[in-house]
């Protein structure tokens, strides 16, 4: 059978009009937009174009210090005494205000990040209004949540987010501060502010108290100063295991708490009694969902021998079935990387796959001329001390081993210094409990991947950092008890 030319869709490109997007941005201090006191700014591109979109206010140490302040003063002033059911209001105010602009946001996350529209249009708009929503329903209700005990806010959250789901970890990291009393300073990823100004001015217009939220742009400079500034009381950063290194040595021997959402380099599990469509389907999701720029990405699979010439061709006829390109198409399957470093860094290990002695194959789909783009990749014939194994590539990459035995594939699976998630497929519900006991991650999906919902809790072990986002477990993120 032929995969590639068996659909020649139309194009179904999505409208750009229903956005707007000013050809500069300010900071969104003390519940104003204000000029940054660095008096500099900088591009901000399309990665699927290489168009500038806009320009991006860039925060020096002083409109750090300007943001810290304000947030302060809102803590101290309203946002710490405000009863929970009042703060409920804000926050509710504002999922409503994310569902009502969905189609803005969708198309503003597509543009500056280079994700398809389905997917932000699909996923991460709506679970980003769905955190509003249930952390909007716990903020009245601290006492069911930790009963017989006090809990209190922490005070000042800075809070630094990566460039794969920019208005999701926005809302992960704002709405669990708001609910429990916490009042914030959040910087986007420099490649991708624009979802994260946009909310910024629906909390101007949902009338937030001014200083609640801060959000203020600027590359990594701006996120050390944060980290560094001596009135934060915690830290929560998404992004790179080097990072959160710097981070974890940065607060050492601070009063200051910290959550840190690192890498993973997941492993996908398929058994020969799973239901094989169904698995490679969701191998397809587990690594190419967002063009592979997934923390939790199942980007290692571990095949059982006896099925494993069948997995590949289900795997390679599904590649080739695969739209890569324009990421406003809403046919598209796999947009834009989301930037040409990170192009850089994906190709850099292409290069080192080859040169290890791995059997590399790619989906012949065409790129486009423009813009930053990496065909659908897997490798057959590595090891498991390769580093294209056990480094985080975090793009369209997937690496695929064999195992007889169950023993076997839960030592190769924990065999990597991340534990963020991984997943198993297979008929028997035991198999299924022996390695979600087994497997040291903190999320084991079964029988699917990459389910996210904001009443489950989400963070890793070991390089993967710690701490939990989402549902009841990441609310302590943000109180003492007493
Ligand atoms: P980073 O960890 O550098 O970026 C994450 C956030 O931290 C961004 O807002 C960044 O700002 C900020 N930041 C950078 N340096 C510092 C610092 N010293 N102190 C405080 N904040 C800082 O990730 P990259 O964007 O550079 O991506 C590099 C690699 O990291 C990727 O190839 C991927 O492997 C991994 N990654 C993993 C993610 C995950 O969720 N697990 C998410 C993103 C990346 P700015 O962007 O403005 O520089």
């Known amino acids: 059978m032929k995969f590639d030319s068996a659909r020649e869709l139309a194009p179904a490109p999505e409208s750009k009009s229903a956005a707007t997007i000013k050809p500069q941005y300010e900071l969104f201090i003390n519940g104003k937009f204000e000029k940054p006191a660095s008096k500099k700014y900088y591009h901000t591109i399309n990665p699927a174009t290489e168009e500038r979109i806009s320009s991006i206010a860039e925060s020096n140490q002083a409109d ?7 947030a302060r003063q809102a803590y101290e002033k309203t946002w710490k005494k405000m009863p929970g059911k009042e703060r409920a209001k804000y926050i509710f105010r504002i999922a409503r205000m994310v569902q009502e602009r969905a189609r803005e946001f969708s198309i503003v996350e597509t543009l500056n990040g280079g994700k398809p529209i389905r997917e932000s249009r699909d996923f991460d708009v709506p679970t980003a209004a769905n955190h509003f929503f249930y952390y909007a ?7 069911y949540a930790f009963p017989n005990r ?21 809302a992960w990291k704002i709405a669990p501060a708001l609910a429990t009393g916490n009042t914030v300073v959040l910087k986007p990823a420099e490649t991708t502010p624009l979802t994260a100004l946009k909310l910024a001015e629906i909390i101007q217009e949902a009338d937030l108290p001014p200083g609640v939220v801060n959000i203020i742009t600027g590359a990594g400079a701006t996120g050390a100063a944060i980290v560094n500034h001596p009135d934060v009381n915690k830290i929560a950063f998404t992004g790179s295991t080097d990072v959160g290194k710097i981070i974890q040595r940065a607060i050492a021997g601070t009063s200051k708490k910290a959550t840190l959402e ?13 239901p094989l469509d169904q698995a490679v389907e969701g191998v397809i999701n587990g690594i190419f969902f967002n063009q592979g720029h997934v923390c939790c990405a199942g980007s290692r699979l571990y095949v059982q021998e006896s099925v494993f010439d069948q997995v590949l061709r289900k795997l390679k006829d599904r590649m080739e079935t695969l739209i890569v390109g324009d ?4 046919n598209t399957d796999i947009g834009a990387i989301n930037s040409k470093a990170q192009l850089d860094t994906i190709n850099k290990y292409l290069k080192i796959g080859l040169q290890e002695g791995a059997d590399m194959y790619q989906s012949s789909c065409k790129l486009p001329g423009k813009g930053f783009f990496c065909r659908p990749t897997l490798f057959t014939n590595v090891a498991q001390s390769n580093r294209i194994t056990q ?5 369209p990459v997937l690496t695929i081993q064999t195992f007889r035995t169950d023993d076997e594939v839960i030592a190769k699976a924990n065999n990597t210094p991340y534990g963020l998630s991984s997943g198993v497929w297979t008929d028997k519900g035991s198999k299924i409990f022996n390695l979600t006991t087994k497997l040291r991650s903190g999320v084991v999906w079964a029988n699917t991947f990459n389910k996210f919902d904001p009443v489950s809790p989400f963070g890793g072990y070991k390089e993967s950092g710690y701490g939990r986002e989402g549902g009841l477990h990441g609310l302590y993120a943000y109180v003492n008890v007493k």
Do not use: C, T, Y
């Not at 006090?150 to 999701?168: D, E, K, M, R, T």
């Not at 990421?327 to 809403?330: A, E, G, N, R, T």
């Open 327 to 330: 990421p406003m198409d809403k």
């Open 150 to 170: 006090q809990a209190s806010p922490l005070g000042v959250a800075g809070q630094i987010i990566p460039w794969n789901f920019p208005l999701l970890m926005a």
């Open 391 to 395: 480094e985080e590539i975090f793009g």
């Open 137 to 143: 329903g716990w903020a009245d209700k601290l006492e």
């Open 64 to 70: 750090v210090d300007r943001a810290v302040k304000a």
């Open 262 to 274: 690192l890498g993973g380099k997941a492993a996908n599990i398929i058994f020969d009694d799973a």
